[in-house]
């Protein structure tokens, strides 16, 4: 399983960035996460193909839309209003099982992340 994503950088609050991930092959439940400093891996948006549904943190709800290239196994995160707060390093992840929770933990394949700065 390979994973890259890209697209991050650096922005000023109030501005919009849009995150990449290529994967190697296609899987039905991809999502994108996120860790700042000294906290805990927190699930940001995930995408269901089987049926088309989302799931988002309470926290972008309204900013951010994920979406998903099923032909081309790409997966997307479209982050508009960014605050400092979204300042972290996004990781796209997969997984192949039945679901797709908005929990790191759940989720068995991970990229190596891009930094996003909002100053």
């Known amino acids: 399983v390979q994973l890259v994503e890209s697209g991050g950088g650096s922005v000023r609050a109030g501005g919009s960035l849009t995150l990449y991930c290529a994967a190697s092959?296609?899987?039905?439940?991809m999502g994108w996460f996120r860790q700042a400093p000294g906290n805990s891996r927190e699930g940001v948006a995930v995408?269901?193909?089987?049926?088309?549904?989302?799931k988002y943190a309470d926290s972008v709800k309204g900013r951010f839309t994920v979406s998903k290239d099923n032909a081309k196994n790409t997966l997307f995160l479209q982050m508009n209003a960014l605050k400092p707060g979204d300042t972290a390093m996004y990781y796209c992840?997969?997984?192949?099982?039945?679901?797709?929770?908005?929990?790191?933990?759940?989720?068995?394949?991970w990229g190596q992340g891009t930094q996003v700065t909002v100053s």
């Open positions: 992840a997969v997984r192949l099982n039945s679901g797709c929770p908005l929990l790191a933990k759940d989720f068995p394949y």
């Open positions: 995408i269901d193909s089987d049926d088309g549904s989302t």
């Open positions: 092959r296609f899987f039905p439940c």
